[in-house]
């Protein structure tokens, strides 16, 4: 098999074998991970038909990560696709109203980020073996509400490692702070951040970048890694559940092979969108990629424009892990529709940093035929959940409805009827209170954990296992921090002075 090295989209780092990749999480240039060559599927797609997600699963990552022995893939694995999911489909698909959910919140903390994250601690572990690191792994992640908990559920108590996490305060749901605050484990720390997602993750990859930092870290030990979708080891894994959807709806007579199946996901930072991409150039027959955003739909408009300006307010919606008005990922594609020219890409984001926009060129624009965008504003997305819930019987979360929202807008401006995915990012448990109250306001008046409740009778879907956890868990993590104090927190957490 071919082997598949890496290379920074800033042009500073070739050659990088997958393992070390995963290892370093950024590109010491602040550029982000990408194959040299994209490999295609060595099996046919219809042969996957039927198959199981950790088969698929191993079909896939192997032609991504070439240099992990394929015992030691197996394993990461069937250690991170198990019990830690209540299906064994680990994601299912789930019809409704015409459209198919696939539902990526099975997993321990309920949100899709725990299809990578379950598998990220595996591989990074796996990779620190492979190259001799016997530095402690520090992970650092800037999460708008779900990598964090996923994050810190994939990586509490795992040897060798620590974690620390940065979260808007204020900005992520009352479920979502309680499953982070809740945390145990010696080797994990969890801080509010007095500013938005994008200064949690502008900051991060300030300490990551700062060379004086980095040269501490490693006269005590220590270096550092990410667990966001920066990583090329988060990416990866997401590839995989395009893979199966396509196969699983194959083997269901959905679709016939060959023909496209479109996807429609709901994107902030770009992260799961891009994999859907990935899984088309490696091979697997989809359509359109439909990009989904909320009110902060900086995205919609660079699809509509060409020009990427962040220059606009920030808004605190119902669906608060699409609230990021810099999406990293699309610095990947971007790349690649520049003719994989660093040069290129690294003027429009000095552009990005320095005038918070960039244009990309008339013959870039021509290599996005392939994405549609839609957005859908605060009463939208409420309506969705109200009107798949009365007419479907089916309860979808707030992120998923801007996507089902955008995708039957779509449907009616086009008149496309290829069979869609529609990626269900999160589990209604997790956003109650918007997600009851766009039901029926009179849910309102419930305190969060009687909503649970109320939410469970109105769906006949049980408690999952992760709610029920935080009800009368204790709170051990309280610190608030500037922006400007990031650094600071880290290096005591670390012992550093
Ligand atoms: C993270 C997240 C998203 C956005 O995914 P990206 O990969 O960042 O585009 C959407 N919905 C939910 C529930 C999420 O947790």
Do not use: W
């Given at each position: 098999?071919?082997e598949i090295l890496y290379r920074s989209t800033r042009g500073g780092a070739s050659g990088v074998k997958a393992s070390e ?477």
């Amino acid at each position: 098999m071919k082997e598949i090295l890496y290379r920074s989209t800033r042009g500073g780092a070739s050659g990088v074998k997958a393992s070390e990749a995963i290892l370093q999480g950024l590109a010491e240039d602040g550029g982000l991970f990408v194959p040299e060559t994209m490999p295609v599927l060595d099996v046919k797609i219809e042969d996957l038909a039927g198959k199981s997600y950790q088969e698929i699963a191993y079909e896939v990552m192997k032609l991504f990560l070439t240099d992990y022995m394929e015992e030691d893939l197996k394993y990461c694995i069937s250690h991170a696709y198990d019990s830690k999911f209540d299906t064994e489909e680990i994601a299912p698909i789930r019809k409704a109203d015409g459209a198919y959910y696939l539902e990526l919140f099975h997993g321990s903390t309920i949100a899709f980020k725990d299809m990578a994250l379950s598998i990220l601690p595996y591989l990074m572990t796996t990779a620190a073996r492979m190259n001799h690191i016997t530095d402690e792994i520090v992970i650092l992640t800037a999460t708008s509400g779900d990598t964090g908990k996923a994050a810190l559920a994939g990586f509490a108590d795992v040897p060798g490692t620590r974690i620390i996490v940065f979260f808007p305060d204020g900005g992520v749901s009352p479920i979502q702070k309680k499953q982070m605050v809740t945390q145990k484990g010696a080797n994990c720390k969890v801080v509010a951040v007095r500013g938005n997602f994008d200064d949690c993750q502008t900051g991060v990859k300030n300490i990551f970048n700062d060379k004086a930092v980095k040269k501490e870290m490693a006269e005590n030990g220590f270096r550092f890694s990410s667990a966001n979708s920066i990583n090329i080891g988060r990416l990866v894994p997401q590839i995989v559940y395009y893979v199966y959807s396509y196969a699983t709806l194959l083997s269901r007579g959905v679709v016939k092979n060959g023909d496209p199946l479109n996807v429609v996901v709901p994107t902030g930072n770009f992260g799961n969108i891009l994999a859907a991409y990935y899984a088309k150039l490696i091979g697997v027959p989809i359509g359109k990629l439909i990009c989904a955003s909320n009110e902060n739909k900086v995205l919609f408009d660079f699809f509509q424009t060409g020009a990427y300006d962040r220059n606009r307010e920030f808004m605190l919606t119902s669906s608060p892990s699409m609230d990021i008005l810099i999406s990293s990922n699309l610095e990947r594609l971007i790349f690649r529709i520049a003719g994989d020219d660093a040069e290129k890409n690294v003027a429009m984001m000095n552009a990005l940093s320095k005038d918070g926009r960039y244009e990309i060129t008339d013959e870039m624009k021509v290599q996005l035929s392939d994405f549609r965008a839609g957005f859908a504003d605060e009463a939208q997305t409420a309506e969705e959940i109200a009107a798949l819930y009365r007419d479907a019987d089916y309860i979808i979360d707030t992120h998923t409805a801007v996507a089902s929202h955008v995708y039957r807008n779509y449907c009616s401006e086009t008149g496309d009827t290829a069979p869609a995915v529609i990626a269900s990012t999160a589990s209604p448990y997790k956003f109650t209170r918007s997600v009851m109250t766009a039901i029926d306001k009179k849910y309102d008046a419930m305190g969060d954990f009687e909503l649970v409740d109320a939410l469970s009778v109105l769906s006949g879907v049980a408690v999952p296992r992760a709610i029920e956890d935080i009800r009368s868990a204790e709170v051990l993590h309280n610190t608030v921090c500037e922006i400007a104090q990031m650094e600071d927190v880290v290096k005591a957490f670390l012992g550093l002075k």
